[in-house]
């Protein structure tokens, strides 16, 4: 346990208010698409100020993490490093005592803190912090995050007492003390929003080394710190919009607050019409809304916003080319995910199969124009793989596994290539809102359907006819034709011992039927039906994704008024 006796003294305005009032304005310059002239401002200070270096560190993260460059991933992580060791410098020096008890090192640590040193302890951990969002963004799953150990447990457990710090009677506000107040805000609630979400048998082990989670406290903290204007307000801000439009999709069951992320994103989109960041997040709460043209106009608009950071383009590209995908206009859809594969490195194989996957939906005339064949490109997939920080892509993988079957010389075709990655996208929660989107996509199914079965049986026949029953299943249920919908995800479950390839089909189809239980009303078999997609299945493809949803859906259960305590 950290002990805080803290007094705010001997610190010249110089030295820490006028270094955050600067920050502010580099921020305010990167938020206006200044990009350049942000990172020359703070450059220069990035060896003595913990402000300066921490916010430069930041906006390489953003970067990062809106390119998914394996590139920028490095850089930032390596000047967030940097960053870490300037905040360091700033720490009051500590006594460190270590006491075993019942298994587990305990740290005791006195500091007498001056208002910088407060400030030091806040930034060091939010380094240690972003460098923990780095790690999960390389490979999405939560084994390598528990793996920073003591950096992590660090980050969190400085966070809980800089908490307490705040919530105590001794505590004496000084000239920064909304800033201070904000980073510990946005710790404490990033990391509750974060531990909340992860899959049971994850938690299970972060509990025992003393991490915690609790959903509506950490949005509220996130909340409260987007109010102020302080230096971590837009990160705070930030980190809610990627929750709800984001997070809540992709890791989640489309559960985010699309009418908070508007409300707060409509004053940062007031004061930056021009704002990249903000256009962005515009679209994509169209997008997730169904408004399919109104987010395609967004997108359009965010990328002719700005020139300098050609990098922030391709990540409308990538939503355009959903948006796309959803209206099934192959073409267009085919042709961001082209431009992605020329100008973008994060996954060379997930966009060369859905390239492929795009002009597989076209006639051989149609493909003609492009240059290319859905073949050649499918066969190009397995030799493009690639590894961020020693470690491949979960999307990679699984469009590795599907192209595999092209390498065959009279391969068998997927039946539906885009409409089977737009579910590990969670897209059919987007389509979803609009039936006629709906209605759309089901046709397209029921002529794979009828393809499928004209076509000569196969050893791939019951995967592909098993995928088929999944997508329309989740097409039917959001239509409203619930009965129609059980009887297709079903029809999974039973075929389950013929399944030879795609084995990750049967806890999904255990999840969405849990999930339509559960609207039903039905918890006891919703809730079975989710235990056995999270006990009785492993080593499939998108495993980790499945489980951050098995674990939101449990949440939504936990969350119902009427819930039944029957189930452990």
């Known amino acids: ?30 938020l206006r698409n200044d990009f350049e002239e942000a990172q020359a401002r703070l450059r220069s200070r990035t060896k003595d100020s913990m402000y300066h270096a921490l916010t430069y ?55 007498l803190s001056t208002s910088e040193e407060l400030h030091a302890e806040v930034c060091y951990a939010e380094c240690l912090l972003q460098r923990a969002a780095l790690t999960f963004l390389q490979d999405e799953n939560m084994i390598s995050f528990i793996k920073g150990g003591i950096k992590v447990r660090n980050s969190y457990q400085t966070y809980k007492e800089l908490h307490t710090v705040l919530q105590s009677t001794g505590y004496t506000h000084g000239d920064n003390h909304g800033h201070f107040e904000g980073g510990v805000k946005l710790g404490v609630g990033a990391f509750n929003l974060m531990i909340s979400m992860l899959p049971t048998r994850t938690l299970k082990l972060l509990e025992f080394v003393g991490f915690s989670g609790n959903k509506e406290f950490g949005l509220q903290q996130l909340q409260e710190g987007s109010a102020e204007s302080t230096f971590r307000s837009f990160l705070c801000n930030m980190l809610l919009l990627c929750y709800h439009t984001f997070m809540s999709f992709i890791l989640g069951t489309g559960e985010g607050d699309v009418d908070d992320a508007e409300k707060l994103l ?39 916003a700005q020139q300098q950071w050609k990098q922030f383009h391709h990540m409308c590209y990538w939503e355009l080319m959903w948006c796309f995908t959803y209206k099934r206009h192959w073409k267009m859809a085919y042709f961001y995910a082209d431009l992605l594969s020329k100008e973008n490195c994060w996954s060379k194989a997930t966009y060369a199969y859905m390239k492929a996957a795009y002009l597989s939906m076209l006639t051989k005339d149609d493909c003609l124009t492009f240059g290319e064949t859905a073949l050649t490109l499918f066969r190009q997939v397995p030799g493009l793989k690639q590894k961020i920080a020693g470690k491949s892509l979960p999307t990679e993988k699984f469009a590795i596994r599907k192209a595999r079957r092209y390498l065959a010389e009279n391969p068998i075709c997927l039946p539906a290539p885009p409409l089977e990655m737009m579910y590990i996208w969670n897209g059919y929660t987007v389509i979803g809102k609009h039936k006629d989107l709906t209605e759309g996509m089901l046709k397209t199914l029921d002529d794979a359907q009828a393809k499928l079965e004209s076509s000569p049986r196969t050893e791939f026949s019951i995967d592909d006819q098993c995928l088929l029953s999944l997508l329309k299943g989740l097409c039917l249920k959001h239509l409203g034709h619930q009965e129609e919908a059980e009887h297709y995800f079903t029809l999974v479950l039973c075929n389950e011992t013929q399944i030879k390839f795609d084995h990750y089909l049967v806890p999904n189809a255990l999840l969405e039927h849990g999930l339509l239980c559960l609207e039903q009303g039905r918890n006891d078999e919703a809730i079975k039906l989710l235990e056995a997609a999270k006990q009785n299945y492993k080593n499939y493809s998108m495993e980790s994704r499945t489980h951050f949803r098995i674990q939101a859906a449990l949440a939504l259960y936990m969350s119902l008024p009427h819930k039944l305590f029957s189930h452990n």
């Open 57 to 111: 560190a930041t906006i390489l993260e953003m970067q990062a993490m809106m390119t998914f460059d394996p590139q920028h991933i490095l850089v930032a992580g390596n000047t967030m490093k940097e960053a870490q060791a300037i905040c360091q410098r700033h720490r009051k020096k500590s006594s460190f005592s270590k006491n075993f008890t019942e298994g587990l090192y305990k740290l005791t640590v006195t500091i």
């Open 1 to 30: 346990m950290i002990k805080f006796w803290w007094l705010w003294r001997g610190c010249s305005r110089s030295d820490l208010s006028l270094a955050l009032e600067d920050c502010m304005a580099a921020l305010d310059l990167f």
């Open 266 to 304: 409509q004053p940062y989109l007031k004061k930056y019409p021009k704002g990249s960041i903000f256009l962005f997040f515009a679209g994509r709460i169209e997008e997730i809304k169904g408004n399919l043209d109104a987010a395609i106009k967004r997108f359009e608009e965010c990328c002719e």
